[in-house]
């Protein structure tokens, strides 16, 4: 898919998860919603692997975005999936977003390229393995 980005993390579910989550928490961005849909299934009877959807995102660089295109409003606040596939390896998902501001005209906004550059880092980071002290 284009504009899909997905990473296979060197670490498990839980592990890159937590990484995620701190490495945003370090640099300021604030996390609206985690939601696990593996606990929406078990809740509704049905089983899922690990599957968590982590919401963020820094108004003060989202904003630019939607001040040009307010539709995309729709792809904000930013979001990256992290689930488990059949064979037990942990993944990470998400949409890039230099693609989101291109599918609404909007990828000449200077914010972009450095919206796209701390998503990949982070992202990087939650799937990269674990080094000793």
């Excluded at 307010?70 to 689930?83: F, K």
Aim: glycine residues 6%; charged residues 10%.
């Amino acid at each position: 898919m284009d504009g899909f980005v997905t990473l296979k993390s060197a670490n498990d579910f839980a592990t890159t998860l937590e990484r995620l989550t701190h490495a945003l928490k370090a640099k300021g961005v604030a996390i609206f919603a985690i939601v696990d849909h593996a606990a929406g299934a078990a809740h509704a009877g049905m089983s899922l692997r690990p599957t968590t959807l982590v919401i963020f995102g820094n108004p003060a660089v989202g904003t630019p975005l939607m001040q040009a295109a307010q539709t995309a409003g729709i792809d904000l606040p930013l979001r990256t999936l992290i689930w488990e596939d059949a064979n037990g390896a942990t993944h990470l998902s998400y949409n890039d977003p230099s693609w989101i501001a291109e599918r609404y005209g909007a990828h000449n906004l200077p914010v972009v390229a450095a919206l796209t550059t701390a998503l990949n880092a982070v992202a990087l980071h939650a799937a990269a393995p674990l080094t000793s002290p």
